[in-house]
Each structure stands twice: as structure tokens, then as C-alpha cells.
């Protein structure tokens, strides 16, 4: 399907390994409800169930919660909001996010709730700040001795962690693999996606979910 847009600021995704190449990709660093929410759809159960079903297929690790994530009887919510994002709710709960036609996001309280479903990557006390203002990880944030980088490939998504604290700060993706950062050691190793204090961290979820 070749290269398709990510975003407007210039991040292009391969469709079949979902690479990106810019240094900041946030998502929703400046949403709001009110502005940023153009409609929303309740979805027939023939389109609920192919939505879960590729979300199961990207995440293999929630086939034992999934039914009770997305209960097959509860409406699904499409939200549909600025640059081609569409938020994917149930029960009055924001829980997944695509741009266009891309991989599914997990909503970064579903990633405290099922932590496994995606890798982790801890950077240091340092770059804690940085993280919870939306910012690119930095290699040398995750080789130091208070990060841990895990076996990833470049455009793989995941969940960013930080050395002394319990749940994921942001959801990330790679920029390059974790070797390249190890190897390297410079440049932006994980590009922004969802971070807690984001506005749809903050997002009333009544509002947004209507």
C-alpha cells in the first residue's frame, strides 16, 4: 500500500512494519474534546467483532481478558477526532487509538491494567520529566545504568517505563531497534505517541466517549 502519511508534522509508517522517521510524534500533547472531536459511531456487531478481532491479532497477550476489556454485548464507540485519529470506546472507556488505517494504540490505562501486552522499556530517573512532557525518548536515556532496554524491532509498540516507578508513563514506538540503540547510543530511540498528563490522558471520558 506503500507510504502513507502518520501525521502532519512529516512521520510516514510503512503499513507492513509501521516504521516511523521524525523526532516528534505525539499524538494528543494538545488535545481537547471540545475542539479536537469531530463525531462519533456506534458500530454494528459485525465491524465490533473484526475491530477486536485485529486488535487480539496485534495484542495476542489480552486472549484471556479480552471478552472482559470488550464485552461482546456492550456498544463500541468509534470516536472520530483531528488527523484521521479514531479513539475506540466501550463503556464509557476510552481504549484503543488508530490514525487512518494503522496499528492500534492501547490507551495508557489499559497498559496499566494489562501491562504485559506490550514490551518495556525503562529509562532513567533523568528523563522522567521529559517523558511526562511528551518528549522523544533519547538512546542514552534507556543504555544508562537506571534504563533497561528491551529486545524490540524498530516500529514496534511500547510501553515506556522509568526506573523507580510502578506503572508506564507513555505508550511509545520505536525509531530504530533496541541494538541500534544499544549501538549507537545518540539520537531518538522511541518517538512519543501517549503519555500520562496528555489530553487524552485528561480527557473526560463521558465527554469524549459521549
Not at 509501521?18 to 465491524?47: A, C
Not at 477486536?52 to 486472549?63: D, S, T, V
Not at 531497534?177 to 518517538?191: P, T
Amino acid at each position: 500500500d506503500g507510504v502513507r502519511s502518520f501525521m502532519r508534522c512529516g512521520v510516514d509508517y510503512h503499513k507492513s512494519y509501521y516504521s516511523l522517521n521524525n523526532s516528534e510524534v505525539t499524538m494528543f500533547k494538545k488535545f481537547d474534546v471540545k475542539e479536537d472531536v469531530s463525531g462519533r459511531q456506534q458500530v454494528k456487531s459485525s465491524v465490533q467483532r473484526g475491530i477486536k478481532a485485529k486488535i487480539l491479532e496485534q495484542f495476542p497477550a489480552l486472549e484471556d481478558d479480552i471478552d472482559d476489556l470488550m464485552p461482546k454485548k456492550e456498544p463500541l464507540i468509534l470516536v472520530k477526532c483531528h488527523e484521521h485519529i479514531t479513539v475506540v470506546a466501550q463503556g464509557g472507556r476510552p481504549l484503543f487509538f488508530q490514525q487512518r488505517d494503522g496499528p492500534y494504540f492501547p490507551h495508557l490505562k489499559v497498559v496499566h491494567q494489562f501491562p504485559e501486552i506490550l514490551k518495556h522499556q525503562q529509562v532513567d530517573k533523568g528523563a522522567i520529566k521529559f517523558v511526562l512532557s511528551g518528549a522523544n525518548v533519547m538512546c542514552p536515556g534507556l543504555t544508562s545504568a537506571g534504563g533497561k532496554v528491551a529486545d524490540a524491532q524498530e516500529g514496534e509498540i511500547v510501553a515506556i517505563t522509568a526506573e523507580g516507578k510502578t506503572h508506564a508513563l507513555a505508550i511509545g514506538q520505536m525509531l530504530m531497534s533496541s541494538g541500534d540503540i544499544v549501538s549507537k547510543n545518540k539520537g531518538h530511540g522511541i518517538g512519543a505517541i501517549h503519555f500520562q498528563n496528555d489530553g487524552l490522558w485528561h480527557a473526560n471520558a463521558k465527554q469524549l466517549c459521549g
